[in-house]
């Protein structure tokens, strides 16, 4: 995925945080000071994909600026200084494509619009991108059949009523390997992201043990859903 992403930003880091995640999921990002002069002057944005802003309020020139970018399909994200209600609908309105109340965690603006820029990918290689933001270890084995299993549950939730069999074996057969092999691995999985603080992140808190299989799964895909 080679997207390229522009951001406004007028604090000392916020910006260049953001940029330097960006860049390491393999996103371009270039960050500058804002203004609204600088801003609309530096339109149309035709080298780029997104354009992240941050701003307290719905300037007019602001909200001209996001109808037109996004109407030319490119990606505007706001991250808005203010929670009021009103200023935020004004962007939504206009096109905005996701907006953040800051203070909003930066991992979950960074995967926010990595997801949103890698909407050409497929599903597997999204909650990949996704796990991956999260703190999930890539080198085990266990984070390409979760993420195969997310998706086959993603496409069909009612499966997971029925236990994990079929979705065992349906991602082993993917990487020519034994539905024990999956089972084994996801849990070892598990035992990692418990231990690296993965987990927390991916269920906000709300689990701190060791999940079984079929908690990881739903957390995934109730987290991925979300975003």
């Not at 500058?32 to 080298?47: E, K, M």
């Not at 990949?128 to 390409?144: I, Q, V």
Request: with cysteine; proline share 5%.
């Amino acid at each position: 995925m080679q997207k390229n992403l522009l951001i406004f930003d007028n604090s000392p880091s916020i910006g260049r945080i953001i940029a330097r995640r960006c860049v390491s999921a393999g996103l371009s990002a270039e960050c500058c000071r804002p203004s609204v002069q600088l801003i609309t002057g530096r339109a149309p944005f035709a080298g780029y994909d997104g354009i992240l802003l941050f701003t307290y309020r719905a300037d007019e020139r602001l909200l001209e600026l996001v109808r037109r970018e996004s109407e030319s399909g490119r990606a505007v994200f706001i991250g808005l200084y203010t929670p009021s209600a009103a200023v935020r609908s004004r962007f939504r309105r206009a096109g905005a494509a996701k907006i953040f109340i800051m203070p909003c965690s930066l991992p979950d603006i960074c995967v926010s619009i990595l997801l949103h820029l890698s909407r050409g990918c497929s599903p597997a290689e999204r909650i990949e991108l996704f796990l991956e933001e999260t703190g999930f270890p890539g080198r085990l084995s266990g984070f390409h059949y979760l993420a195969k299993a997310a998706e086959l549950c993603m496409a069909a939730p009612q499966r997971l009523w029925g236990g994990m069999g079929g979705i065992y074996e349906e991602t082993a057969e993917s990487f020519s390997t034994s539905p024990k092999l999956v089972e084994r691995a996801m849990r070892n999985l598990s035992s990692h992201i418990t231990e690296n603080g993965a987990l927390t992140r991916l269920t906000e808190g709300r689990l701190a043990e060791k999940p079984t299989n079929t908690e990881l799964i739903c957390a995934v895909c109730d987290m991925f859903s979300r975003l």
